[in-house]
């Protein structure tokens, strides 16, 4: 603790000898026609690229450098745009009054665009259609899947990127990495993850080839910046699948700000939608608060705070299940006996210390803590036949039972318990000039895990045990651990941004370079990355990029557990080595802007850790290794298809194999080999009352790779059906009238709708995994072992009701 506190101080003394730039304020008020306080009005400073909002009163501070003629512009959705040329002496302290003035349309998105917004890999997501996407789980990722991400189950909001797995992905929330709970096995069980939708203010994306300053996972970046409010406001949904509300703020002068949300989720509804009839429980809350202090002009102190328990218990009765094909009409039919009973607490807080002593030069200290203590419980029985169907048209017995091909019994049982907890130290630091900026950072985190691992299965098919032993009774599957780890990373990056020209060619160069240090396995590994964007002289609207980078994934507890439990302590970090070609083209249609973009990338894979899922339940081979590459090709085109309605569309092609060394079995396809990949959120609003919007969520995911239960063979591997779904969502705003004005009653309050939401509007029976059941071997021309698909959710109606003050 000694050693921290003098590294804090030495962090203080250098910032402060650092701080020479002078500064003065603007600050003000914005008015309507009518002399009334506008809130949320943006104030930004073209000049320097930064804002503010207006409070509920209208009030505004805004930070200038001095002695600089500064261009600010004054925007609200609504009104005309106001600017206005500003110089402040230093210490300086100018104020302004303006008034806007009201127009009958809505003013399109303001957008400010940097040059370092071009060496960026990292794209912005349009925010203003968040709340009315129709989500079945209700997380902001699952939006992501109309923007090139793969899932395998709407109840979850786990993702795969250009061929990586759900554990490939980094996710940060204001600098902070963000962990999602280790022994989810199912979707129905995951709850609420961690990003809140109402605290959100920004949302940038990376599909691959993302910058140095990201850490250290092989597939994509998820960067989410969490409000700094100007001003009071607030927001209310309640729905069929539960509510949720959040309340912001600032102080007067603007100095200390707060937003808070709290969550409740009950999936109830939803799960009644599933096969498996029963008595389900789920109930998952949580409680995020983000606060910030301005301790001066130049030094800020923030908080993030998360805690988060999700509680689900299912007391299963029975299922019924058709599957085979039309020549063999199969029926399985279970009854159960027993319930499954699931906890999932966590908890993360992170204080953060921002020192900025001048325009261009910021200096970060961090220090987080997250703990998480999980439980999957379970002891049930289900006891099944499964009959071959009478299939023929007309027959008497159609649909019926004509033959039993086997029945019998299983039991399963868990005692899985696993306590986490995870430090973090860190300091990131950015100098910003003209047309460079360099970037640097420094982490230390301490893992400890506590993980208990005690489950078994036993399979009795028409009358004996499998496997079958005239001796004893054995178990079909058991597996029994206790593992204690501890472990240490140490972490940075340096990396520089720069714009330079060449006659009238322009270029922005980002390249970088991180280390990362891990104590379990005493291995040092260095990530080189860079990306090149050229604007070419013939076209300002066309854009190309090129980025080659390697990519290190030190491994994660999870990552070294075998599937009987035993820890794999010595496995080397997984690499992939990205290459990505693309371009990026900016065009006008029906006088509305459109952004087509396309991107061919290769990957190189080596040292991996092979796995299987079933479901969410990532289960890895640490005993193995493996080698592999991913290719494939991207598309995106996003613009208002409909005026003031921002649409898109993704589609992609890949490919990934892997071949586990020192075998003879050769590649085969990697648990996430989708060939074919589109999504699509469509908007738009009935002509004659833009008062009602119409929303659609349509995704379409070919077939995936589903492994056998032989693990030791992967060659041996079934097929998911290709995942298809349309969610449809119509929404009312009740403060807008028919012609798009706004009520009196929007004075109060800033927006009132009601949703109506279709889930699966068209009924797909999406596949999330296979049941193994076997029989015995007593019919001719059929298995011992059949695959029961274990389909998702059906066609499900959702109302929800959103306030906002």
């Known amino acids: 603790m000694r050693s921290l506190q003098i590294i804090f101080l030495l962090f203080l003394q250098g910032a402060a000898l650092l701080f020479a730039q002078e500064t003065g304020l603007v600050q003000g008020t914005v008015k309507d026609e009518n002399n009334d306080p506008l809130p949320g009005v943006a104030v930004i400073n073209l000049t320097e690229r930064k804002g503010v909002v207006t409070d509920a009163s209208g009030n505004f501070r805004l930070m200038v450098t001095a002695g600089k003629e500064v261009h600010v512009a004054l925007s609200l959705i609504g009104y005309e745009k106001d600017t206005l040329l500003v110089t402040v002496k230093p210490g300086e302290s100018v104020s302004i009054v303006r008034q806007l003035k009201q127009v009958a349309r809505q003013l399109g998105e303001v957008v400010v665009e940097s040059w370092y917004d071009r060496a960026e890999s990292l794209k912005q997501i349009d925010l203003r259609s968040i709340d009315h996407i129709p989500l079945p789980s209700g997380n902001l990722e699952s939006m992501l899947t109309t923007l090139g991400a793969s899932t395998r189950n709407e109840m979850s909001s786990q993702y795969s990127v250009r061929g990586g797995s759900f554990d490939e ?15 989810v096995k199912a979707g129905q069980q995951e709850g609420l993850s961690f990003i809140n939708s109402s605290l959100v203010s920004s949302i940038q994306f990376a599909p ?30 309640v729905g069929l699948l539960g509510g949720s509300a959040h309340l912001e703020g600032a102080s007067t002068d603007n100095r200390f700000t707060h937003i808070t949300g709290v969550r409740y989720k009950t999936n109830q509804y939803l799960l009644n939608t599933l096969q498996t009839k029963g008595d389900y429980k789920p109930r998952f809350f949580d409680l995020q608060t983000f606060l910030t202090f301005d301790l001066s002009d130049n030094l800020e102190i923030s908080f993030l705070g998360n805690a988060a328990r999700n509680y689900y218990q299912v007391i299963p009765q029975s299922r019924q299940t058709a599957f085979g094909t039309y020549q063999q009409a199969l029926n399985f039919t279970v009854f159960y006996e027993g319930q499954e009973i699931d906890r999932f607490s966590t908890y993360l807080g992170a204080l953060t210390l921002d020192f900025r ?51 019998g019994g299983n039991l399963i049982h868990a005692r899985n318990y696993i306590d986490a907890v995870i430090f973090n130290l860190s300091h990131k630091g950015s100098h910003t000039g003209n047309q460079n900026s360099l970037n640097w950072g420094l982490t230390l985190q301490t893992e400890n895990f506590n993980d208990k691992l005690h489950e078994w299965e036993m399979v009795d098919s028409a009358g004996y045990s499998v496997p079958f032993s005239d001796q004893e009774l054995l178990l079909y599957y058991s597996a029994t651990a206790h593992n204690k780890l501890m472990a240490t990373r140490f972490s940075g990056y340096l990396q520089d941004v720069a714009g330079f020209s060449a006659g009238s060619a322009k270029f922005y160069l980002n390249g970088g370079i991180r280390f990362n240090y891990l104590s379990t396995n005493r291995q040092l590994v260095i990530s080189p990355r860079t990306r090149l964007t050229i604007l070419p002289p013939w076209s300002d609207q066309l854009s190309f990029h090129v980025s080659a980078g390697w990519y290190h994934q030190p491994p994660f507890y999870k990552e070294m557990r075998d599937p009987s439990g035993r820890l794999h302590k010595d496995i080397k970090a997984q690499r992939s080595v990205h290459f990505v070609l693309g371009s990026s083209y900016d065009f006008p249609m029906w006088e509305r802007p459109f ?42 085109l996003n613009g208002e298809f409909v005026k003031d309605a921002e649409s898109w569309a993704t589609l992609s092609f890949m490919k990934t194999r892997e071949d586990r060394t020192g075998d003879d079995y050769g590649d085969y396809p990697r648990q996430t080999d989708q060939l074919v990949n589109f999504g699509l959120f469509f908007q738009d609003y009935f002509p004659n009352n833009p008062s009602y919007r119409v929303h659609a969520n349509v995704y379409y995911g070919s077939r995936l790779p589903y492994s056998s239960p032989d693990y030791d063979n992967p060659e041996e591997y079934y097929h998911l059906k290709a995942y298809k779904r349309i969610d449809l969502g119509l929404s009312k705003s009740f403060v807008t009238d028919r012609n798009g004005n706004r009520r009196f009653v929007s004075k109060y309050i800033r927006d009132l709708y009601g949703s109506l939401e279709v889930f699966n509007l068209f009924g797909f029976n999406n596949q999330a995994s296979y049941q193994w059941v076997r029989t015995v071997s007593n019919q001719e021309g059929l298995p011992n072992m059949f695959a029961i698909p274990n389909y998702l959710t059906g066609r499900l109606f959702n109302i929800r009701l959103t306030l906002k003050l």
């Open 169 to 183: 992905n980094l996710i940060y929330v204001n600098d902070i990495e963000v962990y999602r709970p280790l022994s």
């Open 208 to 237: 691959g080839g993302f910058d140095a300053r990201y850490g250290d996972k092989m597939s994509s970046v998820l960067d989410i910046r969490y409000k700094r409010p100007a001003g009071y406001a607030a927001s209310a949904t």
């Open 357 to 407: 002593p001048s325009d261009k030069l910021s200096l970060k200290l961090t220090t987080s803590g997250f703990s998480t203590s999980e439980a999957i419980t379970y002891d049930i029985l289900g006891l099944y036949r499964i009959d071959l169907l009478d299939n023929t048209t007309g027959s008497e017995t159609a649909d019926d039972s004509i033959l039993n091909l086997g029945y």
């Open 595 to 636: 952004k087509l973009t396309g991107e061919l990338y290769y990957k190189k894979l080596d040292n991996l850790v092979p796995y299987v899922i079933d479901d969410v339940d990532i289960q890895y081979l640490p005993q193995y290794t493996a080698r592999g590459y991913v290719t494939g090709i991207e598309f995106k």
